[in-house]
T-cell receptor, first 112, second 116 residues
Framework: GDSVTQMEGPVTLSEEAFLTINCTYTATGYPSLFWYVQYPGEGLQLLLKATKADDKGSNKGFEATYRKETTSFHLEKGSVQVSDSAVYFCALLMDSSYKLIFGSGTRLLVRP | NAGVTQTPKFQVLKTGQSMTLQCAQDMNHNSMYWYRQDPGMGLRLIYYSASEGTTDKGEVPNGYNVSRLNKREFSLRLESAAPSQTSVYFC???????????????FGPGTRLTVT
């Protein structure tokens, strides 16, 4: 079935370091792809999305490009801040489906 | 707009007790969802309601029932709670149109449930 695989965390970085969180997917069709972020004690918020191959989603300095050839949607940020510490979830949504399929989440800890 | 609201925020139940988790959205969304979040497993869909008057099972529906009371409200009921249902429960909503799947889901703040 359709699934999402994320790199295991936690990922610990110093402030201003470069961030990559890997995400790959398995799907029978052409899904839309999402990154959600969960700050401590809160619900999930949409960070960015891409709906077709080669689309780049971006928001708050974060970027991810939908790569159909490698079935990937890696999250990147050039310079992380302490306030970026959170859990990041990659997710996919198939055409004609209402079911978001989530990866297991990657915890990011940014130290001053 | 409050977005998606959930009550209660925290709940402790004894095995066998029942309770209903409430969810409401004020964004006029057609679709609503219930997820559970367990450590290391991401979020898993329990039930969803594509539109008012319809509900469908998700990935982990056993032990739960839902009611789409109206367009705004979607409740989740545990008839006889079990320790395996200890989790954080999130409600979400989204716009939807036939054949369009790019609409984001908006999440509530969650209900942390412990069953002893």
């Amino acid at each position: 079935g359709d699934s999402v695989t994320q790199m295991e965390g936690p990922v610990t970085l110093s402030e201003e370091a470069f961030l990559t969180i890997n995400c790959t997917y398995t799907a029978t069709g052409y899904p839309s792809l999402f990154w959600y972020v969960q700050y401590p004690g809160e619900g999930l918020q949409l960070l960015l999305k891409a709906t077709k191959a080669d689309d780049k989603g971006s928001n708050k300095g974060f970027e991810a490009t939908y790569r159909k050839e490698t079935t990937s949607f890696h999250l990147e940020k050039g310079s992380v801040q302490v306030s970026d510490s959170a859990v990041y979830f990659c997710a996919l949504l198939m055409d004609s489906s209402y079911k978001l399929i989530f990866g297991s989440g990657t915890r990011l800890l940014v130290r001053p | 707009n409050a977005g998606v609201t959930q009550t209660p925020k925290f709940q402790v139940l004894k095995t066998g007790q029942s309770m209903t988790l409430q969810c409401a959205q004020d964004m006029n969304h057609n679709s609503m969802y219930w997820y559970r979040q367990d450590p290391g497993m991401g979020l898993r869909l329990i039930y969803y309601s594509a539109s008012e008057g319809t509900t469908d099972k998700g990935e982990v529906p056993n032990g739960y029932n839902v009611s789409r009371l109206n367009k705004r409200e979607f409740s989740l009921r545990l008839e006889s709670a079990a320790p395996s249902q200890t989790s954080v429960y999130f409600c979400a909503s989204s716009e939807s149109r036939a054949g369009v799947n790019s609409y984001e889901q908006y999440f509530g703040p969650g209900t942390r449930l412990t069953v002893t």
